[in-house]
């Protein structure tokens, strides 16, 4: 009997302590209302990195380190990836960032799911959306977002990793204008 009470007990603790993580991070959230950050990128093996200010609701400007002058930018509506060589326009409805991007969102399905305390260091939570599966990663300290992985209906794996994370800077207004194809 007191092996099903000690069990029971921790059971309920481990249940409030995710809770209220769960809390934390919606408030964090709440508080945040853009981000900067550097970023490593792999898409299907391929590695690339480079920095990012992330303006909520769904803006992302990102500068890739890279000799071709890569930048992705997302107005809200439609993202822009741009090298030297090539232009390429989609609606942002077609991709994850779309789940990403939007803060109300993610406080929405946070409310709803389960969180995964991976190895005392980050917290996941995983959930499938407009046939994207996405998992996204916050910071067990600061309780910033630290990371995503997507699937797309192509089923290409992206992992992206932040770091060197500032919240609410002051941003560039024109810093989320879609550039002009060349």
Known sequence: MIDKLVF????????????????????????????????????????ENGNCALLYPLKIFCKYNLKNNKILVSNGKSIVIKTDNSYYLYPLERTPLKLILNKNFLINKIKNLDARILDDQFINFKFLESDFEVNIFFDNRTLNLIGWQTTDIYQNLSITFLAAIKKNQNLKGNLFVLPKQN
């Open 8 to 47: 029971l007990f921790l059971l309920f603790s481990i249940a409030e302590a995710s809770a209220n993580i769960k809390e934390k991070i919606i408030q964090n959230l709440e508080n945040t209302n853009n981000l900067t950050f550097n970023f490593e990128q792999n898409v299907n093996g391929r590695t």
